[in-house]
């Protein structure tokens, strides 16, 4: 089992940035994949970036490329997502979630863990 608890979100401007962290127990966090997830109401969720265990591979969604940063640092047990130019259409819930074998980083049905989500919300 992994226990995942993000943090680091909050109300901004338009243009502002944000840090979320997703911390990790349980399991070594060192072997699992993690993603970035967001929810706005009455949306599906949409898949923001993912990083594989060692670091030195991620992913982005479309919407988020060129403003958004994922990295991680295995000795805290921790993932942040870097958020820069926030756009009011950023506004959701922030989910991280984790997965052990990075068969389809994109899609949030291959992760097994997922935190209980942060909320995001940017003024414009």
């Known amino acids: 089992q992994v226990q995942l608890v993000e943090s680091g979100g909050g109300l901004v401007q338009a243009g502002g940035s944000l840090r979320l962290s997703c911390v990790a127990s349980?399991?070594?966090?060192?072997?699992?994949?993690v993603g970035w997830f967001r929810q706005s109401p009455e949306k599906e969720r949409d898949f923001v970036a993912a990083?594989?265990?060692?670091?030195?591979?991620?992913y982005y969604g479309d919407s988020v490329k060129g403003r958004f940063t994922i990295s991680r640092d295995n000795a805290k047990n921790t993932v942040y997502l870097q958020m820069y130019d926030l756009k009011p259409e950023d506004t959701a819930v922030y989910y991280c979630?984790?997965?052990?074998?990075?068969?389809?980083?994109?899609?949030?049905?291959?992760?097994?863990?997922w935190g209980q989500g942060t909320q995001v919300t940017i003024s414009s």
């Open positions: 349980g399991r070594p966090f060192s072997t699992y994949a």
């Open positions: 979630a984790a997965d052990q074998t990075w068969r389809s980083p994109r899609n949030g049905r291959f992760y097994d863990y």
């Open positions: 990083i594989n265990w060692s670091g030195g591979n991620t």
